[in-house]
T-cell receptor, first 112, second 111 residues
Framework: GEKVEQHESTLSVREGDSAVINCTYTDTASSYFPWYKQEAGKSLHFVIDIRSNVDRKQSQRLTVLLDKKAKRFSLHITATQPEDSAIYFCAATNSAGNKLTFGIGTRVLVRP | EAAVTQSPRNKVAVTGGKVTLSCNQTNNHNNMYWYRQDTGHGLRLIHYSYGAGSTEKGDIPDGYKASRPSQENFSLILELATPSQTSVYFC??????????FGPGTRLTVL
């Protein structure tokens, strides 16, 4: 089945700098790649997604890049703020499109 | 605002006991999911459902059953709880090609 590897377990950045989280997946038929954010002690909520028909999507300070050839996608956070501190999960659909497989999460810490 | 609620929020159970975790959604989504979150594993899918009366096995279904009696409700059942099932459980509604809305989570401890 699909496997999603999230390469950075923790990321510490200075406020105002950029943060980049990288994920790879195994199923070439995956077509949908969402990102979720989990703040300390809270549940997950959706932040941004990308579909396989595009290679870039931006929403305010968040940009997702998708490289289908390399089976890699990444989340870029620009001008980081303290409220960006959280665990970020990447995910990918399986070939049947009926399940999401999540990465293990990246803890992002934004230092003042 | 989409809403997914879970009960109980915290549960302590004994080994061998039966545990039922409940989830309710007011989003009118057809699909609902049960995940568990463990350090080092991220979120793993236990069971999911396409609608009332349907349940499907996820990636780690062993030791768990699921029930979807209505569009709004989806339960996760541990018939014989074991300490390895100590975890945080999240219910979600939505889809695989669209945003999933997560509940607040249930922290389960099996002693």
């Amino acid at each position: 089945g699909e496997k999603v590897e999230q390469h950075e377990s923790t990321l510490s950045v200075r406020e105002g700098d950029s943060a980049v989280i990288n994920c790879t997946y195994t199923d070439t038929a995956s077509s949908y790649f969402p990102w979720y954010k989990q703040e300390a002690g809270k549940s997950l909520h959706f932040v941004i997604d990308i579909r396989s028909n595009v290679d870039r999507k931006q929403s305010q300070r968040l940009t997702v890049l998708l490289d289908k050839k390399a089976k890699r996608f990444s989340l870029h956070i620009t001008a980081t703020q303290p409220e960006d501190s959280a665990i970020y999960f990447c995910a990918a659909t399986n070939s049947a499109g009926n399940k999401l497989t999540f990465g293990i999460g990246t803890r992002v810490l934004v230092r003042p | 605002e989409a809403a997914v609620t879970q009960s109980p929020r915290n549960k302590v159970a004994v080994t061998g006991g039966k545990v039922t975790l409940s989830c309710n959604q007011t989003n009118n989504h057809n699909n609902m999911y049960w995940y568990r979150q463990d350090t080092g594993h991220g979120l793993r899918l236990i069971h999911y459902s396409y609608g009332a009366g349907s349940t499907e096995k996820g990636d780690i279904p062993d030791g768990y059953k699921a029930s979807r009696p209505s569009q709004e409700n989806f339960s996760l059942i541990l018939e014989l709880a074991t300490p390895s099932q100590t975890s945080v459980y999240f219910c979600a509604s939505g889809g695989t090609g669209i945003e999933q809305y997560f509940g607040p989570g249930t922290r389960l401890t099996v002693l």
